[in-house]
């Protein structure tokens, strides 16, 4: 079975700047989160995806950073402007249920803001 | 707030020997815990759950303990490889909703 796929793998962008995320999780899952990973960090989650509803966006900076699942499937992240503190791997997990279960995980994308 | 932490930030064992990985959550309504390995430049993968009805589970080389009393988690690895270098990570769940990461702890097996 296919894991969960992210793209791009690495991305370097200046202060200021805009940058998209993209992920396709397992088929089947119901449940999408992006987690934040900053470097010597455990993941922190930013949002939490249930099908096309958001279940828990309480840690996702909402003046920056912005998240859709619009047909239940695959996701984008975007952040727009990027600060610095933003440099960290943005990792992309699916499950079949709720938080609850097994969580796979996606390669991630680390983000390098300069 | 809510945090779940680890006791030793870096494991060192020998090739051969067990290894016992601790970790402390705050939150008692608690009730999913999890840990995770994760490898340079891989996204984390689940090695073995437990439920909060339970104390202990069994997987393949691996055992977790919970002990609910004084909100602590381990993860024991029997006959530690090579191949089980990596950074664990503990992780408590509530209810099905966000699931909590700790900071870590780095295993280093000497051959």
Redesign the interface.
């Given at each position: 079975e296919a894991g969960?796929a992210q793209s791009p793998r690495y991305k370097i962008i200046e202060k200021r700047q805009s940058v998209a995320f993209w992920c396709n999780p397992i088929s089947g899952h119901a449940t999408l989160?992006w987690y934040q990973q900053i470097l010597?960090?455990?993941?922190?989650?930013l949002i939490?995806f249930q099908n096309n509803g958001v279940?828990?966006d309480?840690?996702l900076p909402k003046d920056r950073f912005s998240a859709e699942r619009l047909k239940g499937v695959d996701s984008t992240l975007k952040i727009q402007p990027a600060k610095l503190e933003d440099s960290a791997v943005y990792?992309c997990?699916s499950s079949l249920?709720?938080?609850?279960n097994?969580?796979?995980?996606?390669?991630?994308t680390r983000l390098t803001v300069l | 707030g809510e945090s779940?932490g680890l006791h030793l930030p870096t494991l060192s064992v020998q090739e051969g020997d067990n290894s016992i990985i601790n970790c402390a959550y705050s939150n008692s309504a608690s009730?999913?815990f999890?840990w995770y390995k994760q490898e340079s430049?891989?996204?984390?993968?689940?090695i073995i759950?437990i439920?909060s009805n339970m104390d202990k589970r069994q997987g393949q080389r691996v055992t977790v303990l919970l002990n609910k009393t004084v909100k602590h988690l381990s993860l024991q690895i029997a006959a530690t490889q090579p191949g089980d270098s990596a950074v664990y990570?503990c992780?408590e769940?509530t209810?099905?909703?966000?699931?909590?990461?700790?900071?870590?702890t780095r295993l280093f097996v000497k051959a």
């Open positions: 969960v989160y010597g960090q455990g993941p922190k989650l939490q279940v828990d309480s840690q990792l997990a249920g709720s938080s609850d097994e969580q796979f995980f996606g390669p991630g | 779940v009730d999913y999890i430049g891989k996204g984390p993968q689940f759950d439920r990570f992780a769940n209810g099905g909703f966000k699931t909590i990461f700790g900071a870590g």
